[in-house]
């Protein structure tokens, strides 16, 4: 059985018709996901390698790794030098992609594109990018000996569980690119804080979408987990 951890980045607004998107603050013109998906026999190597990191750099061995915290010096990195948190942050995107055995499928929705007439499957960021994420995951899951699979998603979802249970079911009866035997119907939701792979997959997921948000192309961070890059889709 394989796990994929999924976290987003982004929102799900749109401007008022007519208006663009801002270029700081929100509704943000992009959202993406981020999946980090690895074998079950595999997931307390990677679990371990994620508290040793974080003992190495003298954290206690449940502290919470959010990109968020990372970039603006909050949670467990409050107090730390911009340089200290930067290099942090280099040396984890280092040992996902040298060192942890995990794909990565990413995810963008371009709210600017996405023509607003469509139904809500097409024009809610967060649906269809989950139809999107479960698509990329059953190929992979396709090229696989172990063809079956999972998804756990942050608990912070878990207020739309209902409707992403509900989602997921009608996709894996009737969308023309999921395998039905594939993935495992509904989702697992854990709290973030609880997790070492959601913890991976949040900040997989922001450095996938300042891919889409900034000037550079996010190149410093993107190349070192690139080879990790199983898929990448960017819709519409």
């Known amino acids: 059985m394989h796990?994929?951890?999924?976290?987003?980045?982004?929102?799900?607004?749109?401007?008022?018709?007519?208006?663009?998107?801002?270029?700081?603050?929100?509704?943000?013109r992009y959202f993406a996901r981020a999946g980090v998906v690895l074998h079950g026999w595999k997931w307390m190597h990677v679990h371990q390698m994620v508290e040793d990191f974080k003992r190495s750099r003298g954290l206690p061995w449940d502290a919470e790794i959010k990109a968020a915290h990372l970039r603006r010096a909050m949670g467990p990195f409050r107090g730390w030098p911009p340089q200290?948190?930067?290099?942090?942050?280099?040396?984890?995107?280092?040992?996902?992609?040298?060192?942890?055995?995990?794909?990565?499928?990413?995810?963008?929705?371009?709210?600017?594109?996405?023509?607003?007439?469509?139904?809500?499957?097409?024009?809610n960021p967060s649906v269809r990018s989950l139809e999107?994420?479960?698509?990329?995951y059953n190929g992979f899951l396709g090229?696989?000996?172990?063809?079956?699979?999972?998804?756990?998603?942050?608990?912070?979802?878990s207020v739309n569980d209902e409707n992403l249970r509900y989602f997921q079911s009608y996709l894996l009866q009737f969308s023309n690119h999921i395998e039905v035997r594939r993935i495992v119907e509904g989702a697992l939701f854990?709290?973030?804080?609880?997790?070492?792979?959601?913890?991976?997959?949040?900040?997989?997921?922001?450095?996938?979408?300042?891919?889409?948000?900034?000037?550079?192309?996010?190149?410093?961070?993107?190349r070192r987990i690139r080879g990790r890059v199983h898929a990448e889709k960017q819709w519409p």
Request: hydrophobic fraction near 35%; proline fraction near 5%.
């Open 84 to 123: 200290e948190r930067r290099q942090f942050l280099l040396d984890l995107l280092d040992s996902i992609g040298r060192e942890m055995d995990v794909s990565i499928l990413i995810v963008a929705i371009d709210k600017e594109r996405v023509d607003r007439d469509q139904r809500e499957r097409f024009t």
């Open 3 to 28: 796990l994929m951890y999924v976290d987003e980045s982004g929102d799900c607004g749109y401007p008022a018709p007519g208006d663009a998107f801002p270029v700081i603050g929100g509704p943000t």
């Open 143 to 157: 090229q696989q000996r172990d063809k079956s699979g999972m998804v756990i998603l942050d608990a912070v979802e």
């Open 190 to 222: 854990m709290p973030s804080h609880t997790s070492n792979l959601l913890q991976l997959a949040d900040v997989c997921t922001n450095v996938a979408y300042r891919r889409y948000t900034r000037p550079d192309g996010n190149e410093d961070e993107m």
């Open 132 to 136: 999107l994420m479960l698509e990329r």
